[in-house]
């Protein structure tokens, strides 16, 4: 039964880096040839630590005439094999895979991935922007997780103020481009820093993710083909982190602005709410004195001067009472012009944010000449409903004048009346007396006459 083979460290890759770099090692026939190293059980120390890295010892092949034999085949490895005739080959290999293998050794430079070099750096910022690229990508190919996530190629569909911009290019190069991408100011930090933006895991990423498109879209919008994309990014890392950060700046400020905005917009809103409310109950207590004059003189017969009296001090007494609501209104009304004024005063501070201050001062405007109208209205209702009382006024005065001059005419008609019926009377004495006289006595005497003329009968 073999047993499995040790799992690579760094200390025994180090010690295999050593023994490689203290030699002068050749290929011939797929196989990397060593010198054997003339110490003392040499021979023993290479037999472990080709086996402690993974290489599959053979105990014929692999030492044999002081040369140590180390085949370059991947079957004779435990995983890859990490050694690499030129930095060329290893970057053949990181182009597949997205990924720098974390041990490795480059025949070409004697350099192995303990050495901070300009190559090693330059494979390290290819795989770092590739990986931060297929993130910001909208598809991918292959679209799987992982390392190799969009190796091939990269979709981007960008929405811009002039419409939607679309990108597909293929993030890679060659390695004679690569290895003049500079390295020295920290682009590599950069791109990490880019990277982590994006996956902190908080409900902003996808936010971050946004502003960082749109940083990228303002950076790759030069380009004449999408072949120059990838190139383009490389060689604007520095660029690239200082483009999202005032993007992500503006993008703070604008959502704070647009935050503030819809504070002073609610505000807005809630004021003018309220004083088309105690505008509206202004209105609704001045109509209660025309419909209490239009009650009275539907159902009301004024035709005594108690009834007028009793009227003419209800309409005052309402009137008065109308005109005190008014007045609470119309000191509400100065009160929330104050409160307005010290409401948005607070954004007056904001020196950095101008649209917030204009704003803040439009609001303040519409509000003060909305609150000028409501005091002028409860002026004119105030106005109003005493010139309503005093026509109410004059309007009985005038009644009950019509009902005092109605009741003398009808007193005057009695009185002649009653004047006239004792005259009429002695007129009718005085004209009967005579007439029945003569008429009376005439008779008589006629009787008389025929009577004493007339045969007088004998008795039998």
């Not at 290479?46 to 079957?75: H, M, P």
């Not at 890679?172 to 820093?193: D, F, I, M, Y």
Request: glycine share 2%; with cysteine.
């Amino acid at each position: 039964m073999q047993l499995p083979m040790p799992k690579m460290n760094r200390k025994t890759f180090q010690l295999f880096a050593s023994i490689l770099r203290k030699s002068s090692p050749s290929i011939s026939d797929g196989e990397l040839k060593v010198p054997l190293p003339s110490e003392a059980k040499a021979s023993q120390i290479v037999e472990d630590t080709l086996k402690d890295v993974g290489y599959s010892f053979d105990d014929v092949r692999t030492i044999r005439q002081n040369y140590v034999n180390i085949s370059l085949s991947a079957a004779s490895w435990s995983g890859t094999c990490p050694i690499h005739k030129s930095w060329d080959d290893l970057f053949s290999i990181v182009e597949n895979t997205s990924k720098l293998p974390s041990y490795f050794y480059v025949l070409e430079t004697n350099q192995s991935s303990f050495d901070n070099t300009q190559n090693k750096r330059a494979l390290e910022l290819f795989c770092q922007l590739r990986q931060l690229l297929a993130s910001l990508a909208d598809q991918c190919e292959p679209p799987q997780e992982g390392c190799a996530k969009g190796s091939r190629k990269l979709f981007y569909i960008i929405e811009t103020d002039d419409g939607v911009t679309k990108y597909d290019f293929k993030p890679t190069l060659k390695w004679s481009e690569l290895k003049e991408v500079p390295t020295e100011n920290g682009q590599l930090s950069l791109v990490e820093k880019l990277r982590k933006l994006i996956s902190l895991g908080d409900s902003q990423d996808s936010e971050r993710r946004s502003v960082m498109r749109s940083a990228f879209h303002e950076i790759i919008s030069a380009c004449h083909s999408n072949s120059e994309i990838f190139k383009k990014i490389l060689d604007s890392i520095d660029n690239f982190h200082k483009r999202y950060e005032e993007h992500h700046d503006l993008f703070v400020r604008r959502f704070s602005i647009n935050k503030v905005l819809h504070e002073i917009n609610e505000k807005d809103l809630t004021y003018t709410s309220k004083i088309n409310e105690i505008l509206s109950s202004a209105q609704n207590k001045a109509l209660t004195i025309p419909g209490a004059l239009i009650v009275i003189g539907a159902v009301m017969k004024i035709d005594q001067v108690v009834d007028g009296i009793a009227v003419a001090i209800g309409m005052f007494i309402t009137t008065v009472i109308v005109h005190r609501s008014l007045d609470v209104h119309n000191s509400t009304f100065k009160h929330i012009e104050k409160q307005v004024t010290a409401e948005f005063k607070q954004y007056d501070v904001l020196n950095e944010k101008v649209e917030i201050r204009q704003r803040a001062q439009q609001t303040i405007t519409e509000l003060s000449d909305l609150l000028d109208k409501a005091k002028k209205n409860s002026s004119f209702m105030k106005n109003s409903i005493w010139f309503i009382c005093f026509l109410a006024v004059v309007f009985i005065s005038i009644l009950l004048k019509r009902v005092d001059e109605n009741g003398d005419h009808a007193q005057a008609t009695q009185q002649s009346i009653n004047t006239a019926a004792p005259e009429n009377n002695e007129l009718q004495a005085d004209n009967i007396a005579p007439i029945s006289k003569a008429t009376i006595s005439k008779p008589v005497s006629a009787a008389n006459s025929s009577a004493s003329n007339a045969p007088q009968k004998t008795p039998h």
